[in-house]
């Protein structure tokens, strides 16, 4: 720009300096004076308006001040905004957030709703498992533990899945405990399939635990069984025992052997391992250890003989499983006879003992009818001696030895054939050896002492004989007659005859005492009642029904 020239301060002037451009020099020259008058006059005009309109111009400054000043409170306000904008941000971002949850949550309460029917049925299962089980639907309630065990596979990570898997869970529990006390009560094969079915089905056990659970159930129903019967009567508990274990032993072993395979495949799952045979042995022991514990209870022969009968039969259907133990039986019972008899014996022995101390030496009336001799007797006659009948004592012991025989004929092992034999000759032996002792520790007077050996030989040619032809019908030939000849020999001596006189005295009876004087066929002996000495004189010896007793269930003598 060259030097003197004044720039243009805005396009407005320009035509302002268009017009001085057009102007002469002396107009130029006039030029400022006029704009001098103008701005003069200009001024006047404003102070005139001033003037005029100061009100106006007072007004506009206050509001000019006013919104200076507002200005500036805006300015801060706007600053404060600007600080305040990131929170609003980080706010409308939470808000936006807030809002998307809600959205999603109003979204999976629509889901809910949409599928409420199948939720609640999901929930409901449990409580409807456990009523199938409280009902014995186990079929549904096992599907069902299958469905909800299947959810919790696919969704494993869900709560609620977990939840209702651990409450079907414990309903399962209790399914298998109703189903081994199914077990343990008295079901049958069809049932029994049943529930080893639903076991298997729910996987607790593997096979061999299977099997061991079923022996173990009903192996307490069946001890259940026994330790409800009545132990009060020996006779009915010990009957009713081997009736059980014929019954229900014979059952198991069938549903066992039904339910459970054997091992015909190699297969080591289905391999027993003895635990049938195991249990079934068991039982057996138990069975025998607990006849082996009441029999000696047991004071009656014919009690004795039905329940041999009993088990017997018992052993002989288990065989049809294999459980034939009729072989441990006779060592039992034999037992049992041998001390019932030597009781028997020892009673009889100790009565007559009591009964002769307290006899009075009287002579009794004699007997109507004729005694018999034994050389007179029949082979097949077992009527007791009515000679016996003037002798309360040995009619006492008589009696006791045809109860103890009585006793005996209902059960008469073949083994205790020498063992019984011994034991009637030593209660022979005792008696005479009582009398001997009684004969050496008394005083009699002379016709005390006639009717005492008078006793001794009816003890020696009546009552030993015919005590020995009453044992031969239960056991022919059993008694040795060289013990029998040393037994006696002692009261043979007491009245001047000694045991070898008393033979060949007896020696024309068809071969003595124990040898083939009777049939070897054995009588029906009944129990015999007990005669007791009367401690009066005038007592006396008296027959039932005014005659000998020879009934067909055996001899008595009845005092």
Same mark, same amino acid.
């Given at each position: 720009?060259?030097?003197?020239?004044?720039?243009?301060?805005?396009?407005?002037?320009?035509?302002?300096?268009?017009?001085?451009?057009?102007?002469?020099?002396?107009?130029?020259?006039?030029?400022?004076?006029?704009?001098?008058?103008?701005?003069?006059?200009?001024?006047?005009?404003?102070?005139?308006?001033?003037?005029?309109?100061?009100?106006?111009?007072?007004?506009?400054?206050?509001?000019?001040?006013?919104?200076?000043?507002?200005?500036?409170?805006?300015?801060?306000?706007?600053?404060?905004?600007?600080?305040?904008?990131?929170?609003?941000?980080?706010?409308?971002?939470?808000?936006?957030?807030?809002?998307?949850?809600?959205?999603?949550?109003?979204?999976?309460?629509?889901?809910?709703?949409?599928?409420?029917?199948?939720?609640?049925?999901?929930?409901?299962?449990?409580?409807?498992?456990?009523?199938?089980?409280?009902?014995?639907?186990?079929?549904?309630?096992?599907?069902?533990?299958?469905?909800?065990?299947? /959810?919790? $596979? *696919?969704?494993? &990570?869900?709560?609620?899945?977990? %939840? #209702? +898997?651990?409450?079907?869970? !414990?309903?399962?529990?209790?399914?298998?405990?109703?189903?081994?006390?199914?077990?343990?009560?008295?079901?049958?094969?069809?049932?029994?399939?049943?529930?080893?079915?639903?076991?298997?089905?729910?996987?607790?056990?593997?096979?061999?635990?299977?099997?061991?659970?079923?022996?173990?159930?009903?192996?307490?129903?069946?001890?259940?069984?026994?330790?409800?019967?009545?132990?009060?009567?020996?006779?009915?508990?010990?009957?009713?025992?081997?009736?059980?274990?014929?019954?229900?032993?014979?059952?198991?072993?069938?549903?066992?052997?039904?339910?459970?395979?054997?091992?015909?495949?190699?297969?080591?799952?289905?391999?027993?391992?003895?635990?049938?045979?195991?249990?079934?042995?068991?039982?057996?022991?138990?069975?025998?250890?607990? /006849?082996? $514990? *009441?029999?000696? &209870?047991?004071?009656?022969?014919? %009690? #004795? +003989?039905?329940?041999?009968? !009993?088990?017997?039969?018992?052993?002989?259907?288990?065989?049809?499983?294999?459980?034939?133990?009729?072989?441990?039986?006779?060592?039992?019972?034999?037992?049992?006879?041998?001390?019932?008899?030597?009781?028997?014996?020892?009673?009889?022995?100790?009565?007559?003992?009591?009964?002769?101390?307290?006899?009075?030496?009287?002579?009794?009336?004699?007997?109507?009818?004729?005694?018999?001799?034994?050389?007179?007797?029949?082979?097949?006659?077992?009527?007791?001696?009515?000679?016996?009948?003037?002798?309360?004592?040995?009619?006492?012991?008589?009696?006791?030895?045809?109860?103890?025989?009585?006793?005996?004929?209902?059960?008469?092992?073949?083994?205790?054939?020498?063992?019984?034999?011994?034991?009637?000759?030593?209660?022979?032996?005792?008696?005479?050896?009582?009398?001997?002792?009684?004969?050496?520790?008394?005083? #009699?007077?002379?016709?005390?002492?006639?009717?005492?050996?008078?006793?001794?030989?009816?003890?020696?040619?009546?009552?030993?004989?015919?005590?020995?032809?009453?044992?031969?019908?239960?056991?022919?030939?059993?008694?040795?007659?060289?013990?029998?000849?040393?037994?006696?020999?002692?009261?043979?001596?007491?009245?001047?005859?000694?045991?070898?006189?008393?033979?060949?005295?007896?020696?024309?009876?068809?071969?003595?005492?124990?040898?083939?004087?009777?049939?070897?066929?054995?009588?029906?002996?009944?129990?015999?009642?007990?005669?007791?000495?009367?401690?009066?004189?005038?007592?006396?010896?008296?027959?039932?029904?005014?005659?000998?007793?020879?009934?067909?269930?055996?001899?008595?003598?009845?005092?």
């Amino acid at each position: 720009m060259a030097p003197g020239f004044v720039p243009l301060a805005n396009v407005a002037q320009q035509p302002y300096v268009s017009e001085l451009l057009s102007f002469t020099l002396d107009r130029l020259h006039k030029e400022p004076e006029l704009l001098r008058v103008d701005a003069e006059r200009l001024r006047r005009q404003m102070q005139e308006v001033a003037v005029g309109n100061y009100r106006a111009f007072i007004t506009a400054a206050d509001a000019l001040q006013s919104v200076r000043e507002e200005v500036s409170s805006i300015d801060k306000h706007l600053e404060s905004l600007i600080s305040e904008v990131p929170k609003l941000t980080s706010g409308c971002s939470e808000f936006m957030d807030s809002a998307q949850q809600i959205l999603e949550k109003r979204r999976l309460n629509r889901t809910l709703l949409a599928n409420h029917s199948t939720l609640l049925d999901l929930l409901e299962i449990p409580q409807l498992m456990d009523t199938c089980v409280r009902n014995g639907n186990y079929d549904e309630a096992l599907d069902l533990e299958a469905f909800v065990l299947k /959810l919790a $596979t *696919m969704h494993s &990570k869900l709560p609620v899945i977990q %939840s #209702l +898997a651990e409450e079907v869970r !414990q309903t399962t529990q209790s399914m298998l405990s109703q189903l081994l006390q199914r077990l343990r009560s008295n079901i049958q094969l069809p049932e029994c399939l049943r529930v080893i079915g639903y076991l298997r089905r729910l996987g607790v056990f593997n096979e061999h635990e299977m099997r061991l659970q079923f022996l173990k159930c009903r192996e307490a129903w069946l001890a259940a069984i026994i330790d409800d019967l009545d132990q009060g009567n020996v006779y009915e508990f010990l009957k009713r025992m081997a009736d059980c274990h014929r019954v229900h032993l014979f059952d198991v072993v069938t549903q066992y052997r039904a339910i459970f395979a054997d091992d015909t495949s190699g297969n080591e799952e289905n391999y027993d391992g003895g635990l049938l045979f195991s249990w079934a042995m068991h039982r057996i022991t138990s069975h025998l250890n607990t /006849l082996q $514990t *009441m029999l000696p &209870k047991t004071t009656e022969g014919v %009690s #004795l +003989a039905i329940i041999l009968e !009993q088990c017997m039969y018992c052993a002989m259907s288990l065989g049809w499983v294999g459980l034939d133990f009729r072989g441990l039986l006779p060592s039992l019972f034999e037992a049992s006879v041998h001390n019932l008899f030597v009781r028997n014996m020892a009673a009889t022995v100790e009565n007559f003992q009591l009964v002769l101390d307290s006899h009075r030496w009287v002579p009794l009336p004699s007997v109507g009818l004729a005694s018999k001799g034994s050389n007179e007797e029949s082979e097949d006659d077992l009527a007791p001696p009515y000679s016996l009948m003037e002798h309360p004592p040995l009619a006492i012991f008589v009696n006791g030895v045809l109860a103890a025989l009585n006793e005996l004929r209902h059960c008469a092992p073949i083994n205790l054939k020498s063992v019984l034999a011994l034991e009637l000759v030593q209660a022979l032996q005792t008696v005479s050896d009582y009398l001997v002792l009684y004969n050496k520790t008394r005083m #009699l007077r002379d016709s005390e002492s006639t009717l005492f050996l008078s006793m001794c030989r009816a003890f020696i040619e009546i009552a030993s004989p015919y005590c020995i032809r009453c044992f031969s019908r239960c056991y022919p030939g059993g008694v040795n007659l060289t013990e029998l000849n040393k037994a006696i020999e002692a009261v043979c001596n007491l009245v001047g005859r000694t045991a070898s006189g008393l033979a060949r005295r007896d020696s024309g009876v068809n071969g003595a005492f124990g040898y083939d004087i009777l049939p070897s066929n054995r009588p029906s002996l009944n129990s015999s009642n007990q005669a007791s000495s009367g401690n009066d004189a005038d007592s006396a010896t008296v027959v039932e029904n005014g005659g000998p007793t020879n009934l067909d269930n055996g001899p008595q003598i009845a005092e």
